[in-house]
Structure formats: C-alpha cells, structure tokens
C-alpha cells in the first residue's frame, strides 16, 4: 500500500530539548511539506521540498529544521528556540509543487511541558 | 487577516439536511482543494477545482469554484453522521513557479442523529 506515515503518533519532550518528527512516503513523490495545525486554526506551512537535497521555507519556519538526503523521507526538527512547540505536525507530498493534489500523513501531535 | 476565509466556523446540523461550506478569497485561485479531517488525523482529499465556474461531485458532496476564482462552496446533501469532522479549503493563491497551498481555518460540521 502506497502513502504516507508519520511517527510517533504521540511525542511528549521536557521545555530546552531539540526533537525530530519523522516522516517518510512510498508515492514516488517529488514534493514534501510539513504543516502545524493549531486548535481552530487552519494548517500553516512550515518547510517544503521540491526535490532531493533542497528545501524552501515556509510562513513559519523560525525554530525548525529540516533535511532531504532521501527522495523518501521529510524529518521535521523542533528545536529549543521554537517557542510555541506543542501543536499537531502534519507531513505531505505532492508529485510536484504546481495543481497537484497533497496527500497527507495521519500527524503527530507534539506536547512540551 | 487570513487570506483565505472560511464560513461558517462551525456548524450543526440533523442528520438528512443539507448544508453549505463557504471558502473566500480576495485573490484569485489557481487551484482550490477541499479536504476533510477527523480531529486529531491527517487530512482526506476530497476534491480539486482548477477551472471558473468548475464544478464536481462525489456521493452526495458537490464543490464548486465561482467565475472569477475567487470563491468556492461545498454543498452537502441529506447530511449524515459519517460526514462529521472538519473540512478544510485549501489554495495556491500565488502563480509563481513555486506554488503552496494556503488553507483556511476550518469548518466544523456535527451532524445529529
């Protein structure tokens, strides 16, 4: 079965430590984005790739990190100077950037105490 | 202020009536996509709408993309419990090479039995 996975489902890290969200698809897809969702908020755009070994940042790309080595996998990196870390992280692909439907993964909600 | 506005924020409705989900823009939009997402989930693709005046259909959701791009609905028909969670409008609002969805903050439907 083609799609997208995300894990851990649940994360919960102490205030100060970095934590990195995986995200990995088996849809050939060129594009890869990571989103945060908020309660009663619309998602916001963190990181996107095009394509392997590129990435561009999104609206809110202050405190996070991202790598592309593989056509296959997005890792999301929360670093400490995020502020605001706890939010539900949603990872996506596209066969490419322009008029292509996003398929995307089942999230993982992120709490930081 | 959002770029693009969703309408209403959240909705109830009896189970067997017929509602509609507003998605505005002061821009024009390239591509508009509706997706639905149980709480705590990643997100269902459910349509895409490229053309003005577009309009699609599946089951008994209707989408359609007003004549200047600026707008879109989403009619459900004889609304059941099945079609509760939240429904998202997503946008490329910009036309450059380097287009990313923009979505709106959400719609809420409850459907009573």
């Known amino acids: 079965d083609g799609g997208i996975t995300q894990s851990p489902k649940y994360l919960f890290r102490k205030e100060g430590q970095n934590v990195t969200l995986s995200c990995e698809q088996n849809?050939?897809?060129?594009?890869m984005y990571w989103y945060r969702q908020d309660p009663g908020q619309g998602l916001r755009l963190i990181y996107y790739?095009?394509?392997?070994?590129?990435?561009q940042k999104g609206d809110i790309a202050e405190g996070y990190s991202v790598s592309r080595e593989k056509k296959e996998s997005f890792p999301l990196t929360v670093t400490s100077a995020q502020k605001n870390p706890t939010a539900f992280y949603l990872c996506?692909?596209?066969?490419?950037?322009?008029?292509?439907?996003?398929?995307f993964g089942p999230g993982t909600r992120l709490t930081v105490t | 202020s959002q770029e693009l506005e969703q309408s209403p924020q959240s909705l109830i409705v009896q189970e067997g009536k017929n509602l509609t989900i507003n998605c505005t823009s002061s821009k024009t939009l390239y591509g508009l996509y509706w997706y639905k997402q149980k709480y705590g989930e990643g997100l269902i693709f459910l349509m895409m709408l490229q053309k003005g005046g577009e309009e699609k259909s599946h089951e008994k959701i209707t989408a359609k993309l007003d004549e200047k791009k600026q707008q879109s609905s989403l009619h459900i028909t004889a609304s059941q419990p099945s079609h509760a969670g939240i429904y998202l409008c997503?946008?490329?609002?910009?036309?450059?090479?380097?287009?990313?969805?923009?979505f709106g903050s959400g719609t809420q439907l409850t459907v009573l039995p």
């Open positions: 996506a692909s596209s066969a490419g950037l322009a008029a292509y439907e996003q398929y």
């Open positions: 849809l050939n897809h060129d594009a």
């Open positions: 997503g946008a490329e609002i910009s036309s450059g090479s380097a287009r990313q969805l923009t």
């Open positions: 790739s095009q394509i392997v070994n590129d990435f």
